[in-house]
């Protein structure tokens, strides 16, 4: 879980234009209004909650209870069934570590904005929210951060330490961000999928966060 971090100095950036990095630290008090975890029941291994009640053999002993039609017999604790007379059976908690990745676009087509605030500052903030979430659950975050001309991705970790890297990372690529780079296109929407391809990413969640500009269905 993310403890309390105490935000560095702003540096007094316009923040409809750009983000930065003490904005992005601030955010973690944030990520406790909302939720990444699916709302679900964990009736079968296809379930995908985080953390899963089995009635079989798991990791963590959750309780001993009697036995119920259509439990696995292989769990009965045969010391207390012969101590009590009644069948009783040991369930466990299968914890499902969780690898997030959160894809953030801050490539020039991004600097843009109908209302106020810049689309990529609006990116960059909930790139930030996401990661705090994922910490809080217990679960690894990394990044893949798409800017005007290179790639950046980390290993999904759970520490603290490596988040905060990671959004120094976003932050300057977010204020590298000018008019002077609007028809940039070196890092295509194709290049940043192939880039996650290649990083064989397995149960993983991927949130990806873009105006989807150049996006073509064969991408998804």
């Not at 904005?23 to 079968?44: I, T, W, Y």
């Not at 079989?56 to 039609?69: C, D, P």
Request: glycine letters at 4%; one cysteine or more.
């Amino acid at each position: 879980m993310a403890k309390p971090t105490l935000a560095p100095q702003s540096q007094g950036l316009d923040p409809r234009l750009y983000c930065d990095y003490s904005r992005l630290v601030r955010l973690q008090a944030q990520a406790e209004s909302f939720s990444l975890l699916p709302h679900l029941k964990a009736g079968s291994v296809l379930s995908g909650r985080h953390s899963s009640l089995f009635r079989g053999r798991g990791l963590n002993f959750e309780e001993l209870r009697h036995y119920q039609l259509g439990d696995d017999i292989r769990n009965l604790d045969w010391k207390v069934t012969m101590r009590t007379g009644k069948p009783h059976v040991r369930s466990y908690t299968e914890e499902k570590d969780r690898n997030v990745i959160v894809c953030v676009d801050q490539r020039s087509a991004m600097f843009f904005a109908s209302t106020e605030v810049m689309k990529s500052v609006v990116a960059a903030e909930v790139a930030a929210m996401c990661g705090w979430r994922v910490l809080k659950d217990g679960d690894r975050v990394g990044f893949v951060i798409a800017s005007d001309s290179a790639l950046y991705h980390s290993k999904a970790q759970r520490s603290q330490n490596d988040l905060l890297a990671q959004l120094k990372r976003l932050s300057q690529a977010n204020q590298r961000l000018n008019v002077d780079s609007l028809d940039s296109d070196k890092v295509t929407f194709s290049k940043w999928v192939e880039l996650i391809k290649r990083m064989k990413l397995k149960q993983s969640t991927l949130i990806f966060i873009s105006d989807w500009r150049d996006c073509e269905e064969h991408h998804l």
